[in-house]
């Protein structure tokens, strides 16, 4: 899978406003809003889904890189959007860093491959030093995604 | 006392696979020993140690992993680990879950 199979474009963001965990998770659901990928009357409840993954153990996974994510019965397909916040946010990560980079995910609730496969990729690219540190210093949702292009045609990580 | 590494196999039990959570659960139980442990699917190997490393196996309900492990702890480790996957992360049991579903 690469990150053009479920990352949306239009949702990306750069230079996110949030300093907090819920506040980072509203917005980065209601880029997805505003591009159109999620109903907007199921918003709410897509947030409070992923807040409720969260208490179960953070998803920030170290390395300053976070999945929040959740399933969602309105969502057809796997939908996620990519969140840099140059200063870092506190998200209780797992090696207790800040956040910068965030890849959130919604999928449907049948289909656990497909956000087992997204977690590969998304885990794959990170691994490569370089791609991590360029999305980490992207000024804007165009930079980010020419990053993923490039990751997606293999010009970081080799395997 | 040997030095060279013990392996055993395990299989994904719960029906979500080797997701984020699992993937904690297996990073910590696995910090816990002083062994280097290893987990492969194929012929890819990873540091179970990593939870970046693990989620790159994107391992789904039903396959089946090595696990290496070497050190002095080696076979604690294999044990714990073991018992990590029969007991299916505490998720639902993919087998059972599709036994008893009918598709309509």
């Known amino acids: 899978m690469k990150f053009s199979d479920f990352i949306k474009t239009d949702a990306i963001r750069a230079e996110l406003k949030s300093a907090t965990k819920p506040a980072v998770i509203e917005e980065l659901v209601q880029s997805l809003t505003e591009a159109g990928e999620i109903d907007s009357e199921q918003r709410d409840d897509i947030i409070a889904a992923i807040m409720k993954r969260e208490d179960l153990g953070s998803t920030g996974i170290g390395r300053g890189v976070a999945v929040p994510h959740t399933k969602h019965p309105s969502v057809q397909r796997l939908v996620g959007t990519v969140g840099v916040s140059e200063a870092g946010i506190d998200f209780d990560s797992l090696d207790g860093e800040p956040v910068q980079l965030f890849f959130l995910l919604i999928s449907p609730p049948e289909r656990p491959g497909d956000h087992l496969r997204a977690l590969e990729n998304i885990s794959r690219q990170l691994r490569d030093e370089t791609f991590c540190r360029f999305l980490k210093q992207s000024k804007t949702a165009q930079?980010?995604?020419?990053?993923?292009?490039?990751?997606?045609d293999n010009q970081f990580a080799a395997g | 006392m040997s030095s060279s590494p013990l392996t055993r196999t395990v299989t994904v039990r719960n029906a979500q696979g080797?997701?984020?959570?699992?993937?904690?659960?297996?990073?910590?139980?696995?910090?816990?020993?002083?062994?280097?442990?290893?987990?492969?699917?194929?012929?890819?190997?990873?540091?179970?140690?990593?939870?970046?490393?693990?989620?790159?196996?994107?391992?789904?309900?039903?396959?089946?992993?090595?696990?290496?492990?070497?050190?002095?702890?080696?076979?604690?480790?294999?044990?714990?680990?073991?018992?990590?996957?029969?007991?299916?992360?505490?998720?639902?049991?993919?087998?059972?879950?599709?036994?008893?579903?009918?598709?309509?």
Do not use: Y
């Open chain 2, 18 to 104: 080797l997701h984020a959570r699992p993937a904690d659960m297996l990073v910590r139980l696995a910090n816990r020993f002083r062994s280097d442990v290893q987990l492969g699917k194929a012929d890819q190997w990873v540091d179970a140690k990593s939870i970046l490393s693990v989620l790159t196996l994107g391992a789904t309900c039903g396959t089946e992993l090595s696990v290496s492990a070497e050190g002095a702890d080696a076979e604690d480790a294999l044990q714990a680990i073991g018992e990590l996957f029969e007991g299916g992360f505490d998720e639902p049991n993919g087998v059972e879950d599709a036994e008893s579903t009918v598709d309509s």
């Open chain 1, 143 to 152: 930079d980010i995604s020419q990053l993923l292009q490039e990751a997606d």
